[in-house]
Each structure stands twice: as structure tokens, then as C-alpha cells.
């Protein structure tokens, strides 16, 4: 596994561990269909949330968050109505949020979550 995968993957493991200690709970994580993934789904038992997840190893070249753009989002709401579609969800509030993880080496690990991001 490349270096950039493994620190895709401990800030994925990172942002669902801030997520449930936020009262979330996931229900899929790394969900895929023909037009992309979702990288984690969840409850606050109100409303699906689906959180981008975006890790970086410094924060010298801006925000993990900065790189949510438009396009970004668009096809992660494209992908959400397939994943309703597939668990047979009619209709439900979701909301979008984006959790930015800085995963310095030598240096505390920074998460932010930012709720309704898009």
C-alpha cells in the first residue's frame, strides 16, 4: 500500500472515531458504486450524514477541506442518491460535511468537522 493510501486510510480511521464519539453512527464506510465512493455514512439519528473525508500530512499547501470542490461535490451527492437508492431509502434530511485531518509526523493530530459543508 502506497504511503499516501495508508494516510488516507488512518485519517479515515481517525475522522469515523471523532464521528462516533460525536454520537454518529456509521453505517457504511468506503462505499462505492459505478460513479464513485462515499467515504463514511451515518446517523445522528435524525438525518443521514454523509462526512468527506480529507487527510494530508501538513497544512503548509492549505486545508484537506479546500479540495471539497464543486465537482467534488456534486458527484458525492450523485453517489448518495445511488446509496439510498441501493439500501432503499425513499427519503430522508441528509446532510454533507467535510472532516479535514492534519496528520503531521512529530505533532498532535488535528481534526475538524465541518457540518452542512456543501
Same mark, same amino acid.
Given at each position: 500500500?502506497? +504511503? ?10 481517525? +475522522?469515523?472515531?471523532?464521528? =462516533?464519539? =460525536?454520537?454518529? %453512527?456509521?453505517?457504511?464506510?468506503? *462505499? ?17 450524514? %454523509? ?8 497544512? *503548509? ?5 479546500? +479540495? ?6 456534486a458527484r458525492i451527492r450523485r453517489v448518495t442518491?445511488? *446509496? ?16 479535514? %485531518?492534519i496528520a503531521e509526523p512529530g505533532r498532535p493530530?488535528?481534526? =475538524? ?5 456543501f
Amino acid at each position: 500500500m502506497a +504511503a499516501k493510501d495508508v494516510l488516507g486510510r488512518r485519517g479515515e480511521d481517525l +475522522a469515523v472515531e471523532y464521528l =462516533q464519539h =460525536q454520537g454518529l %453512527v456509521v453505517l457504511s464506510r468506503n *462505499w462505492r458504486c459505478r460513479d464513485g465512493e462515499l467515504d463514511v455514512v451515518a446517523t445522528d439519528s435524525t438525518r443521514l450524514v %454523509v462526512c468527506e473525508v480529507k487527510t494530508r500530512s501538513t497544512a *503548509w499547501f492549505g486545508e484537506p477541506a479546500e +479540495a471539497v470542490t464543486g465537482k467534488k461535490a456534486a458527484r458525492i451527492r450523485r453517489v448518495t442518491q445511488a *446509496w439510498l437508492a441501493v439500501h432503499s431509502v425513499r427519503w430522508c434530511e441528509i446532510r454533507f460535511d467535510v472532516v479535514s %485531518v492534519i496528520a503531521e509526523p512529530g505533532r498532535p493530530v488535528t481534526v =475538524q468537522h465541518y457540518e452542512a459543508a456543501f
